[in-house]
């Protein structure tokens, strides 16, 4: 019997999800079924989805360093890695900077956070995640975290004191890509009988990973369906009405840099069809989604990437790298939550959004590594221009519906970016690729 394409499965299992969780809280808001047994099913409903999560994050780290140790001893030495690097580095910047520019248009034409009362609002927040049992991030830990710091913390992020301990976590995976490529690169230059051993087991190990990934991924239906559901039945609806207009103004500036900004690059510096390219990936922004993590759905951007014809040795640099730094989604949404916070409390000028604007775009690369990473760092940029920071609340309220939107822009801008810096790559496609 003919299997249905991945994506498709994907759909059913976002569909049916979807109309589960509506349903169920219908049934609640109705008081048709109480509000706990409400909130059970849908913990329920995230537990398969967390399942889904692991095994796709069991193999994260192990995929990500023997395709980058493979990419660099099946190169032998020809170079290339730093002008990848440098190549990506400015299109991350580039997009990070229209992404926040986006984010400060919209939310001063549309104007969110005029007319709501702050004091009713963070009362309703706090009584939602009551209900709901979610605590709120460890905000009191980002007292006095300013600019310099968020820096120096990103450096030293990116080199592990250990690296058997970096490897232990996904949150780390720059620490990995780190040393990964410092292991790559020496390998190198050792060079003789070293290399070639280094290059036939990294290939090994890259070759079963792919294999073990494209197993897990039979299961991506199952989860992403249970991951639906728990978003869509424990979201509570009063509260998002109150936030309707904040959400919209979110959600537009990342339709508008998901759909017009990475498009417009794609087609004019990467010269390929968005409409093309986007069919090739669309099982990875799917899942990225559904799940809410760009370092969870790696496995699957990789191999969506490759699939569509960008050569292994760019996309295995340019992805770990970008799920890591690259979070254009989460910078656009910072600052469009702490404006939206200002107006309810009175307008920041100009001069203070530009510290915004700047601040956000530290915090998006900061964010890295961090529980609630989107929260815990708009918290900075909160306090860069001195608002209240337990206004966050507000914004958790709703943060999980949203973070499914600002996570799969993030991993639409890292493929947009490998097929980019493909773009000037000679280096053809390997066999099996798809060109």
Excluded at 82 to 87: D, K, N, V, Y
Excluded at 230 to 249: D, N, Q, R
Excluded at 327 to 346: P, R
């Amino acid at each position: 019997m003919r299997r249905f394409p991945l994506h498709l499965q994907i759909l059913a299992g976002m569909g049916l999800g979807l109309v589960g969780g509506l349903l169920l809280n219908l049934a609640g808001s109705q008081g048709l079924l109480d509000r706990h047994d409400v909130l059970f099913a849908g913990a329920v409903g995230e537990w398969v989805g967390k399942v889904f999560l692991a095994l796709l994050n069991m193999v994260v780290v192990p995929l990500v360093a023997s395709s980058i140790v493979s990419s660099f001893t099946g190169l032998g030495g020809q170079g290339g890695m730093g002008r990848i690097g440098a190549r990506i580095g400015g299109y991350y910047l580039l997009t990070s900077v229209l992404a926040i520019a986006t984010g400060i248009l919209l939310v001063n034409l549309i104007r969110p956070g005029e007319g709501v009362d702050y004091a009713s609002l963070m009362e309703a927040a706090r009584g939602e995640l009551a209900s709901r049992e979610i605590h709120p991030p460890d905000v009191d830990a980002t007292a006095g975290v300013g600019v310099g710091q968020i820096v120096a913390d990103i450096v030293l992020r990116t080199i592990p004191p250990n690296v058997i301990d970096a490897a232990r976590s996904n949150t780390t995976i720059l620490s990995v890509l780190f040393f990964s490529v410092v292991f790559g690169a020496s390998a190198v230059a050792t060079g003789g009988d070293a290399l070639k051993r280094v290059d036939e087991l990294s290939a090994a190990v890259y070759a079963v990973m792919t294999t073990m990934t494209n197993g897990i991924l039979h299961l991506a239906p199952l989860g992403i369906s249970g991951y639906v559901f728990f978003v869509t039945s424990t979201t509570g609806v009063s509260l998002a009405v109150v936030l309707f207009w904040y959400m919209v103004t979110v959600a537009l500036g990342l339709v508008v840099h998901a759909c017009v900004t990475l498009p417009a690059l794609l087609r004019l510096v990467g010269g390929r069809s968005p409409i093309a390219y986007l069919q090739e990936v669309r099982e990875a922004l799917l899942t990225a989604f559904s799940t809410a993590s760009s370092a969870g759905t790696l496995p699957l951007t990789l191999r969506s990437v490759q699939r569509a014809g960008v050569p292994e040795h760019v996309a295995t640099f340019a992805l770990p790298l970008g799920a890591t730094v690259n979070m254009d989604g989460t910078a656009l949404y910072e600052v469009v939550a702490v404006l939206f916070i200002s107006q309810m409390l009175g307008d920041l000028s100009l001069g203070q959004q530009v510290v915004v604007a700047f601040t956000a775009l530290l915090a998006s690369v900061g964010a890295a590594g961090i529980p609630h990473a989107g929260l815990v760092m708009m918290v900075v940029v909160m306090q860069a221009v001195g608002l209240p920071t337990d206004a966050v609340l507000v914004i958790l309220a709703v943060d999980r519906v949203l973070d499914m939107g600002r996570t799969t822009v993030n991993v639409w801008s890292d493929m947009v970016g490998a097929a980019l810096v493909a773009r000037f790559e000679e280096r053809p496609a390997a066999a099996g690729e798809v060109a």
